[in-house]
């Protein structure tokens, strides 16, 4: 069990898609007591598994995303740590550029979209199309006034 943006998770073997899953605690409706033996699963393979990638929903199959920050907004990003294994440094305008592996985008893209116009994502090719599609819907929300 851990604690993640104030919510408890439970990194545990899910027995209906034979696999490793997180559950989050405050969405378990129902719990049943199993006569059979719990599955041992080593701190190695959970570790494999849930901390390799960015943010809550990981996995073993990451890509890397590479974000390119404002002037403006760098001198905190340049502070915060994203993943344990990110690389950052200023380039020669002063933009922050942080590359960090994720698996599922998910929460990636809501972090990225909470800088607004300070970040643009530079890599991959499909998370820039995704942030911009989001960013298209947006912005159609408000051109309707």
Known sequence: MFLYRDNWYLDAWCHLRE???CFALDAISELKLLSETAKKVS???LSQEF???YGIFSGSLTYDAVLRFSPECARWVAQEEWHPEQNGYRDSEGYYILSLPYCNDTE???D????GADVEVLEPKN????I???LQESLKKYLLE
């Open 51 to 53: 901390a390799t990638a």
């Open 132 to 134: 911009r599609k989001r």
């Open 19 to 21: 696999d490793l899953r």
């Open 112 to 115: 990225v979209m909470r800088y």
């Open 43 to 45: 701190e190695d393979q």
């Open 108 to 110: 990636l893209i809501m």
């Open 127 to 130: 998370l820039r199309q995704k």
